[in-house]
Structures are given as C-alpha cells and as structure tokens.
C-alpha cells in the first residue's frame, strides 16, 4: 500500500483532548478502508505565519500513514467538512520515518535549553541576577551630598 504523511492543523480554541479525538476518528475512518496509522505525533499549539479562518494559532499533529488512496480520500473529505480543521496536507512519500519528526526533536532540544536556563537562574537567583532589582554590583556610592533641583542655586 502506498505510503503518506499527513499534518493537521486544528482550531486554536479547541483542548488537546478534542484533537485527539478528532484524529482517533480519522484513525477510525483509515482502518474501516484496510489502512493503519504507523505514527501520531502532536506537536502542540503552534503560532501561525498568517491568519486562517480569523485564528493566530493552531494545533498541528503529524499522522503517518500506511492506506490505500480511497482511505485518504475519505479522511480529507471528513476533514474538510469539520469547522474543526483549519488545514491539513496529505504527501505520499516512499518510506515512513520511524524516528522522531524534526519538529519533535526541535521541541526536545528546546526542552533542554529551558531546563539549563532554569538551573542557571536558579544558581544565580531569583531573576537571573544583573536584571531589575539587583544593586549588588554598584558597590558603595558613598555620600552623595547636597542636591539641588530646579531654579535653586
């Protein structure tokens, strides 16, 4: 059967849960036609390059597939009915990664960034040291002496 990768982008307003959903019934409606899904990757809520259907970010979630071309045929048809989904695009390809998505190892990468900058805040304290509110390095000003403001003098 010939092979496919699918990205799903879903209203922004929808719960992570309902996406799932919504891919558990394509899912369903695949495997009623004699396909399977080898992969789901969600890739969480993304910002979008422009707005599509008044909406500034989606869900996006990546399907790989493994189904004759009616299978996919009905999905989209699906798909295109549900005010659900925003957009989505279907491309066969010869074969299925079976490693992580560049956008999953992306969003691991991300995650360690996070993690390390934590640590250092958390060494340095609470804000990251040097920001607002940090005096420490301006050493003792000693006594400044008298000021005078305006037309005084």
Do not use: C
């Not at 010939?2 to 799932?20: F, G, I, K, N």
């Not at 640590?119 to 040291?129: I, L, N, P």
């Amino acid at each position: 059967m010939p092979l496919y990768e699918h990205v799903l982008l879903a209203r922004q307003d929808v719960t992570s849960q309902q996406v799932e959903t919504m891919i558990d019934t394509y899912k369903g409606v695949i495997e009623q036609n004699g396909g399977r899904l080898e992969k789901i990757e969600m890739w969480g809520v993304k910002s979008l390059a422009y707005r599509i259907k008044k909406n500034r970010k989606a869900h996006f979630a990546l399907l790989n597939i493994d189904a004759p071309p009616a299978a996919i045929a009905e999905m989209e048809r699906q798909m295109q009915i549900s005010e659900d989904v925003l957009r989505f695009m279907t491309v066969r390809v010869e074969d299925l990664d079976s490693e992580p998505s560049a956008m999953m190892q992306k969003r691991d990468r991300d995650d360690r960034k996070d993690r390390e900058r934590g640590r250092r805040r958390d060494d340095e304290g609470f804000g990251g040291g040097g920001g607002f509110g940090d005096r420490g390095d301006r050493g003792d000003r000693g006594d400044r002496g008298e000021r005078s403001f305006g037309g005084e003098g």
